[in-house]
């Protein structure tokens, strides 16, 4: 593959050191290794090689690669997300989270200023979090195929959609993507699959984001909230 190719990719990421399952694609590995999660959707996932959608160590890997073609390997810490970091440990009083009506208890996940951060400890009014990712510093195993590749602008654009959960439809113009969502597309969202069409979709220079016929385009203000646990703006 080169930088730029799009394709869909199956893959199962364990750790090394223990074997233990983080993310796979496979609803039959998932069942083979009882992390199959019924509300999860599998299936091959889609990747635009060279732009940073996967860690730099697999992302390195596919470079190697064909369609077609599947493939085990180790990644090191430096090439998958780093090491642990004892600057991203912080101390916070507990009063802010008494003021958010939380109640922190050691492994409760939780969401700070949009970074997500673990509870370590909670002891003399103090609450310990770590804001490193759970898999920094830990060495990797991967097992990758190269299911198919993505080709056509359409099918690019309508391959975006479906990795951000935006349902809808597309017609392509010349070099113009209009996009007709099935529902109310977030203006992060908006953003990134805009961003991510005009760099990496040579057919696209262009996006318009047109609501369906009565319905309003989804509002421009508020502040998206992402991952899990429960939210603390402190």
């Known amino acids: 593959m080169k930088k730029g190719d799009w394709i869909k990719i199956d ?15 496979s609803e039959e590995v998932a069942k083979k290794e009882g992390v199959h999660d019924p509300k ?12 940073g959608m996967i860690i730099p160590g697999v992302e390195r890997e596919l470079l190697k690669m064909k369609p077609g073609e599947e493939k ?9 997300l780093g090491p642990r970091r004892p600057e991203f440990v912080k101390i916070f009083s ?23 951060a ?15 990712h759970p898999l920094a510093g830990k060495e990797l195993r991967y ?17 975006l959609l479906e990795y951000y959960g935006a349902k809808g439809k597309t017609n392509i113009t010349g070099k113009r993507a209009d996009i007709i969502a099935e529902k109310d597309v977030n203006p992060m969202t908006k953003k ?12 696209v220079d262009s996006v318009n984001f047109v609501p369906e016929k009565g319905k309003p385009e ?4 508020g502040k998206e909230k992402i991952g899990a646990g429960k939210d603390l703006n402190i």
Do not use: H
């Not at 893959?11 to 694609?25: H, I, N, P, Q, S």
């Not at 959707?41 to 990747?47: A, D, E, F, N, S």
């Not at 958010?100 to 492994?107: A, Q, S, Y």
């Open 218 to 221: 989804a509002s421009k203000s």
């Open 40 to 51: 999860k959707k599998y299936g091959p996932v889609l990747t635009i090689v060279g732009a």
């Open 94 to 116: 507990i009063a802010k989270f008494t003021r958010e009506k939380i109640t922190p208890f050691p492994g409760m996940w939780i969401n700070i200023d949009g970074r997500n």
């Open 192 to 203: 990134l699959i805009e961003e991510t069409l005009k760099k990496w979709c040579p057919g």
């Open 11 to 25: 893959f199962t990421g364990r750790m090394k050191a223990t074997g233990e399952v983080f993310d796979l694609t």
């Open 143 to 159: 097992a990758v195929k190269i299911v198919e590749e993505v080709k056509g602008t359409k099918s690019m654009v309508d391959s």
């Open 72 to 80: 085990e390997f180790e990644v090191k810490p430096e090439n998958a």
């Open 118 to 132: 673990k509870v370590q400890s909670v002891a003399g009014g103090r609450v310990r979090i770590d804001f490193n």
